[in-house]
C-alpha cells in the first residue's frame, strides 16, 4: 500500500472557507485578524486578497492608536505602514485566533465608526458608503490544548469585541460567522472532498458517498455535522468531557479516540455494503 | 508666594482608594492586573497587600496557561512563578488599564472558576469555601489621549472579561467597581481632602469647605461630582465634544480648560463669601 503525500489542496482549516470570498476583495485593502508577526497578511495573500493589512501594520503607522502594545523589533520589520486616514478598509477577516486583544478591538472599533478610516470622524448614521464587513472563521468558545483546562477560543474574541463595541455604540456589530456548526463551513468542505473524488476518478462523481465527522467538540464538531446531515462521532479525547454530564448535541456513535473512530465509521461502511 | 512640593499623600489616582482595604488581604495571595511587567506588583506592595501576583507570574510558571503570549526578557526577570495550582487567589484587583486582555481575562476565569486556583477542576456551585473577590478600579469606558478619537479604558476591559465570563459560564461574575463616578471614590477623596486640611491646621477640622470638582468625562467626573453633592465644572478638552450634542450629566458650569474652570470657581467662592 503506497502512503500518499498530503497536498494542500485537501486541507482545510477554519480560514480556508475565505478563499470563496477573496474574490470580492482582492483589489480593496481588507484587515486581517490573528496569529504572529505578518503570517496573517502572507495566508490572505495566497488567498488572493491583494491589499491585506494588520493591526500591527496600524500600529507602525501610528503607535497611539493604541498605547498598550509596544512593537517587538520582528513585528516592525515585517509590518507595512500605510497612511490608514486615507486608505478606506473595505471588511474585516478574524482569520486566527488575536494575539492582540485590545489593540485588535480598538482597531476594529476605528475602522467601523469611521467607515473604514482610523482617526477619523466617526460616521455611526447609515451613509451611501457600505459599511465595513466583519468576518469570523471560527466560532469556538473554548479549544483543547495541552493545559488540563480548556482555553479561550476566537468565539471569546467575538463575545469580547461586540460587548466592547455595545458599550460604546449602544449596539452589536453585524457580522458573519464561518467554521463549524456552520452550514457554509460543511457545504464548503463536502465541496472540497467532490473535488478531491473527481481528481482520482478523473471524472463528475456521480453521487456523494457518506462523509463522517469525527470530533471531540460536541457544540461544533457534532452539531454542525447533524445539520449537515453527516454521521458524526464524538471522541473523548478534547473539550468533551464525559464527567460532564450527556453532550450537548447527540453523536451517532462515541469512541475513545480518532482511530477508533475511523475504524467504527469504516466497519459501518463495509457492514452496509455487505447487507 | 511659596510654591509647596506635592506629596504622595496629595495624589489620589483611581486605585488609590484600594490603600482602604489592603489589611483584608494583607496576607492573602491575591491576583493585581493592568501595567507594565511587575509594576503593578510594586504599587500593590506599597498599598499594604504582601503577596500580589500577576498574570505574567502565571505565566512564568506555566506558559500553556496562555499560548498566546511570549514573555519578553524583562517580563521574564521581573516575574515571581510560584505554583499556583497550591497557592489560593483570594481576590483578584484591576488597578490600571491591563495591556494583556486576553491572559488577563483567561486567567481570571481560571481563577474564579477553580476557586482561586488555576488548572485545578472547575467549582462553579457554591462551596464552603469564599468566592474570589473581584474588583476594578476605573469603570472609565473611554479616556482623551493624543490620538484624534477617545481610546478605550478599563470599562471596556471588564465589559470584554464580562462577555467572555457569561459566554464560558452562563452569567455574569459579581464585581465591585470603584471609581469615578461611584460613592465610595468621591467618599475616599474627601477624607483625602479633610486629612490634608487637618495636616495644613493642625487640628480636626470643623466644617469641610466646599469642594469642586474639574473634568473632562460627563459619565465619570460629573455624574459623580453631582452625586457627590459638589458644584461640577466640565471642560473642553478631553472626552466631552460639544459637536456631539449636551452632555449627559449636566455640570455646575462649562469652562474652555482647566485654568478657567480653577479661576471661575475661586471667583465664585469669593464672591459668595463678599455676599
Redesign the interface.
Known amino acids: 500500500m503506497a502512503c500518499a503525500q498530503l497536498q494542500i489542496s485537501q486541507i482545510v482549516q477554519a480560514h480556508t472557507i475565505l478563499k470563496s470570498v477573496a474574490h470580492k476583495y482582492a483589489d480593496k485593502p481588507v484587515l486581517v485578524l490573528g496569529g504572529r508577526n505578518d503570517d496573517v497578511r502572507k495566508v490572505a495573500e495566497g488567498y488572493g486578497f491583494k491589499h491585506a493589512y494588520t493591526t500591527l501594520d496600524v500600529l507602525a503607522w501610528?503607535p497611539?492608536?493604541?498605547?498598550?502594545?509596544d512593537l517587538?523589533p520582528e513585528e516592525r520589520a515585517t509590518a507595512k505602514p500605510v497612511d490608514f486616514s486615507r486608505t478606506p478598509i473595505s471588511a474585516i477577516f478574524v482569520f486566527h485566533?488575536?494575539?492582540?486583544?485590545?489593540l485588535d478591538?480598538?482597531v476594529m472599533?476605528?475602522v467601523i465608526?469611521?467607515r473604514g478610516l482610523i482617526?477619523?470622524p466617526?460616521l455611526d448614521a447609515p451613509a451611501d458608503q457600505q459599511p465595513v464587513e466583519l468576518v469570523f472563521c471560527n466560532p469556538d468558545?473554548?479549544w483543547k490544548?495541552?493545559?488540563?483546562?480548556s482555553?479561550?477560543g476566537q468565539?471569546?474574541?467575538r463575545?469580547?469585541?461586540?460587548?466592547?463595541y455595545?458599550?460604546?455604540v449602544g449596539k452589536t456589530y453585524p457580522h458573519v460567522q464561518y467554521g463549524k456548526p456552520t452550514t457554509e463551513t460543511y457545504k464548503f468542505a463536502e465541496k472540497v472532498l467532490r473535488e478531491q473524488l473527481e481528481e482520482l476518478h478523473g471524472s463528475p462523481a456521480e453521487q456523494m458517498p457518506p462523509v463522517y465527522m469525527v470530533g471531540d467538540n460536541p457544540e461544533s464538531d457534532i452539531a454542525g455535522a447533524n445539520g449537515a446531515g453527516w454521521p458524526s462521532i464524538l471522541v473523548r479525547t478534547g473539550v468533551y468531557d464525559p464527567t460532564q454530564g450527556p453532550p450537548t448535541h447527540t453523536p451517532t456513535h462515541t469512541a475513545e479516540n480518532v482511530a477508533e473512530a475511523v475504524r467504527w465509521a469504516i466497519d459501518r461502511e463495509v457492514g452496509r455494503k455487505a447487507d
Chains 1, 2 share one sequence.
Open positions: 501610528k497611539e492608536v493604541w498605547p498598550y502594545h517587538l485566533d488575536p494575539r492582540n486583544w485590545s478591538i480598538q472599533v476605528d465608526r469611521s482617526g477619523e466617526y468558545l473554548l490544548s495541552d493545559f488540563s483546562r482555553r479561550l468565539g471569546a474574541f463575545e469580547a469585541f461586540q460587548a466592547v455595545q458599550a460604546v
